[in-house]
């Protein structure tokens, strides 16, 4: 059961662009965490946003959340070639924590 | 720092092998999870436990067990492998259960059966 989707699958921009990416999910949650994963190698947490906030920043990041759309979305301002990665937005399902297919962010130079 | 290690970045097993997949955590965390990952499909849940001896079906258990005899260890055990179960693997614990605890991943292991 895949519970959040992330929108774009893909997503190129430009060194010292913003990139924003979302998140919909389809059942009530208690929070949504973010992840980042560079290639072939693990998921690193990044945020963590509870039902009751409705943004969160953390340092380059900021994390919006509309429990009202069951939406999410997570900006990365001024970006670097580091950012190059693949994000994946989770929710808590009952005891699980279940991920999306996450979006591929390219960074040119 | 949380460390989550995977015995095995990649390994090849042939089709009916038995194969065991270890992952260890040296935090003292309750919850250990292993989900697998393919192009398209993103991660998907195959069991978790929060505590010893505890285990609990993900959302696609077919055709895999887990044993979690310590708290730290959590292994992954494809019973008889099959090529549908080529793929990335990825172990993950956190500290208490549900809802306010981010995972630590690790770097995952690349399992092709021929």
């Known amino acids: 059961s895949q519970q959040g989707e992330e929108d774009p699958q893909a997503l190129s921009i430009q060194e010292g662009e913003n990139a924003t990416m979302n998140c919909s999910y389809k059942?009530?949650?208690?929070?949504l965490q973010w992840y980042r994963q560079n290639s072939g190698r693990g998921l690193v947490h990044l945020i963590l946003?509870?039902?009751?906030?409705r943004e969160k920043h953390s340092g380059r990041l900021r994390v919006t959340l509309d429990t009202s759309k069951k939406s999410s979305s997570l900006l990365i301002t001024a970006s670097r070639a580091a950012d190059t990665a693949s994000y994946f937005c989770a929710t808590d399902a009952r005891d699980k924590i279940i991920f999306g297919k996450g979006t591929r962010l390219h960074i040119l130079p | 720092d949380v460390k989550v290690t995977q015995s095995s970045r990649y390994l090849v097993k042939r089709t009916g092998e038995k194969v065991f997949l270890e992952c260890v955590q040296d935090m003292d965390h309750e919850n250990m999870f292993w989900y697998r990952q393919d192009p398209g499909l993103g991660l998907r849940l195959i069991y978790f436990s929060y505590d010893v001896k505890m285990k609990e079906k993900g959302d696609i258990p077919e055709g895999y067990s887990v044993s979690r005899e310590k708290k730290e260890r959590f292994s992954l055990i494809l019973e008889s492998a099959s090529t549908n179960q080529t793929s990335m693997y990825l172990c993950?614990?956190?500290?208490?259960?549900?809802?306010?605890?981010?995972?630590?991943f690790g770097n995952g292991t690349r399992l092709t059966v021929t």
């Open positions: 059942t009530s949650i208690n929070n």
């Open positions: 993950a614990s956190s500290s208490r259960t549900g809802y306010n605890s981010p995972l630590h």
């Open positions: 946003i509870r039902s009751n906030e």
